[in-house]
């Protein structure tokens, strides 16, 4: 399964009101694309609720986990708005490029050298230098600790949770997520915000193919790529990761990993 990122409200998403960028980069072109759900169904198959239905749980769900967060003696955490027409940022840096970022992020914590290249569909967890600091009891990040979800808090919080579907996930929060990321920029890179934003279209995945003049896809002569550059990926990763904080701090939104 491919890895995408979404900043929205829950409604939107839980309403399928959504499209990743390659549902809209078929559209575009005049293809069919269909979601496939993990248990191997058409997404779009699945029984819906109503978008109100989807809002009414959402915001239940919402209070709930703002209620069981919230600090005795402390004002209660604000509920952030659900509706399903607020816009939503999404993006696909995909697991390599994941790993890629994370794999930076490991190397420069314990100043080891960042290795040049990743291998296509490696298992990134298993590396050495991100297994240590995922268990790391000093440095808790919430990108180590498989969370999928960033609520808009500005206090930092990690912690395992149901979502509205009552599945289980490690939920973090989006001041959280920024410390993150301003730490691994820092450790890094040291680059400013217009050329961390650019690098979305600057880096990533090497072309596979090319479109023809008749609009037909053709990886004629284009050998299969089987290592991606460390630091091209992580840079594109990073990038999406940055791009949708914004977003979701401006439009006090959710984040969430779909894949």
């Not at 979404?6 to 809209?24: C, E």
């Amino acid at each position: 399964m491919g890895l995408d990122i979404y900043a929205g409200t829950l409604t939107r998403y839980y309403s399928h009101n959504w499209k990743t960028v390659v549902q809209q980069w078929a559209e575009e072109n005049g293809y069919t694309f269909n979601r496939i759900a993990p248990d191997g169904e058409f997404a779009d198959d699945e029984e819906e609720l109503s978008p109100a239905e989807v809002q009414a749980a959402v915001e239940n769900w919402r209070d709930q986990i703002l209620s069981a967060i919230s600090q005795p003696g402390q004002p209660p955490c604000a509920p952030w708005l659900e509706d399903n027409e607020k816009p939503y940022y999404t993006d696909k840096p995909d697991w390599d490029a994941f790993g890629a970022m994370l794999l930076v992020a490991a190397c420069r914590t314990y100043e080891e050298p960042v290795p040049p290249t990743v291998e296509k569909d490696w298992d990134f967890w298993e590396h050495p230098l991100i297994a240590r600091l995922a268990s790391d009891e000093e440095r808790v990040w919430s990108l180590f600790r498989g969370a999928t979800w960033w609520l808009p808090l500005t206090d930092s919080f990690l912690f395992q949770g149901p979502l509205p579907t009552d599945d289980q996930t490690m939920i973090a929060t989006l001041g959280g997520l920024r410390k993150e990321l301003e730490k691994l920029n820092q450790l890094a890179w040291q680059a400013d915000e217009d050329t961390i934003l650019d690098w979305a279209d600057t880096e990533g995945y090497p072309v596979d193919g090319t479109i023809d003049a008749d609009g037909q896809y053709s990886k004629a002569d284009i050998p299969e790529h089987t290592q991606y550059d460390t630091q091209s990926l992580a840079k594109f990763a990073f990038s999406m990761f940055w791009r949708a904080m914004r977003f979701a701090e401006e439009q006090q939104v959710p984040i969430l990993l779909d894949y």
